[in-house]
């Protein structure tokens, strides 16, 4: 999202005289969380105020995000409230394009029921007819598995059972997962979840040795490095997943070894990030924080201020799939766009009453969310199949 938005004010004939800004509020994956964000964003105070507006600067022109479609459809109800725009990265609930439910709600990866169509077609071309589907315990991953289910069972396929997983289940259930997987003798899997409910599920496989079976991921999951055991990462090799369909970026890549602490001194991730790069901490940052027995005796290591990022495995940041970092690209470049036909509008040649065209100085969230329809008709896109291999 920075690097469009630098991108886009560094553009000389995109946006001229106009500097775009950004908020970032942080979801941390809770549907309440994001919902007192939204509130707070809306009413322009510090603290929420439902239904009340207290601006001290320029209303934003919309929301990029979020990733996961059961904290998606949520802020997507209180926005469409105020027709205030959204386009989301990630979620691709199917109900999410039901404009009376969701009237402000875009995205720029496809509607579920793409990949499910995707997700049948797969299995008969392998002809892989004995399945089982796992999908997360809530409505999007229910929803999806069931639709997974009857799409597969269309195409002359059979699912043995469908079964659901959580983060906050038992270790308990999940054993009763796996066990399932065993007694029904299924070779495929099929996995509607985000990664975050699947790493109990998945370590549970490797430690019970379950590595014979094919799974098979649906666009929910992304590989987050850090999220599982090692011992977990062999259930992965030969497991296949869809992923929305990612273009290049130009520049992208040359900017990541630019990263550096001075150069973005506001940058609210940066330390932190360069913590995690380096395995260092930065003087006078959390240097009082809990102190275990596993690293009394271990010594620190600072943070240096003329550290570069030369010779930097470039691994470190998954360019081997860049697909909800593309889609981040291409939602702000779609604001960007919808702004720059906002200012470049001619009076008695604009898309409102009588010709008329919108101020930016003055956003009215509903025209922005106009002007976005023509640039987010991503219902047509396609999805890509990866194999995961020798990771």
């Known amino acids: 999202m920075v690097f469009a938005i630098e991108e886009i004010n560094q553009t000389p004939d995109l946006l001229p005289n106009i500097t775009l800004g950004f908020w970032i509020l942080d979801s941390c994956m809770s549907q309440s969380r994001s919902l007192r964000g939204i509130i707070d964003l809306l009413s322009g105070t510090r603290g929420p105020v439902p239904g009340y507006s207290c601006q001290h600067r320029l209303l934003p022109a919309g929301v990029v995000g979020e990733l996961m479609s059961s904290i998606s459809a949520p802020m997507a109800r209180i926005l469409g409230l105020y027709r205030f725009p959204q386009i989301s990265y990630g979620s691709s609930l199917s109900t999410l394009s039901d404009k009376l439910q969701f009237p402000s709600f875009m995205r720029t990866v496809p509607a579920n029921s793409l990949q499910i169509i995707a997700l049948a077609r797969l299995m008969k071309h392998f002809g892989w007819t004995w399945i089982a589907v796992v999908a997360s315990d809530d409505d999007v991953g229910v929803q999806g598995g069931q639709d997974i289910k009857k799409e597969i069972e269309k195409n002359g396929g059979c699912v043995a059972f469908m079964e659901k997983i959580h983060l906050s289940y038992s270790t308990e259930k999940i054993h009763r997962v796996v066990e399932m997987i065993r007694g029904f003798q299924v070779k495929v899997v099929i996995i509607n979840s985000s990664e975050v409910h699947t790493k109990m599920f998945l370590e549970t496989l490797a430690f019970q040795n379950v590595t014979d079976k094919v799974l098979v991921f649906s666009e929910s999951f992304t590989l987050t490095p850090g999220l599982f055991r090692k011992e977990a990462w062999r259930i992965f090799n030969g497991s296949i997943a869809l992923s ?87 939602a702000v470049h779609a604001f960007a766009h919808a702004l720059h036909t906002m200012v470049s509008c001619q009076q008695g040649k604009g898309p409102f009453i009588k010709g008329t065209c919108g101020n930016i100085e003055h956003l009215r969230p509903w025209q922005v969310s106009r002007l976005l329809c023509s640039f987010c008709e991503c219902d047509k896109l396609i999805y890509r199949c990866w194999l995961m291999k020798d990771i």
């Open 244 to 330: 929305p369909h990612a273009m290049d970026m130009p520049g992208f890549v040359g900017t990541l070894h630019l990263l550096h602490p001075s150069r973005l001194p506001d940058d609210v991730f940066m330390k932190s990030f360069w913590e995690k790069l380096f395995n260092c901490r930065w003087r006078g940052i959390n240097e009082t924080g809990p102190t275990n027995s596993a690293n009394l005796h271990k010594k620190t290591i600072f943070c240096a201020e003329n550290q570069t990022s030369d010779g930097l495995d470039m691994s470190f940041f998954e360019l081997d799939d860049m697909s909800y970092t593309y889609h981040t690209y291409l």
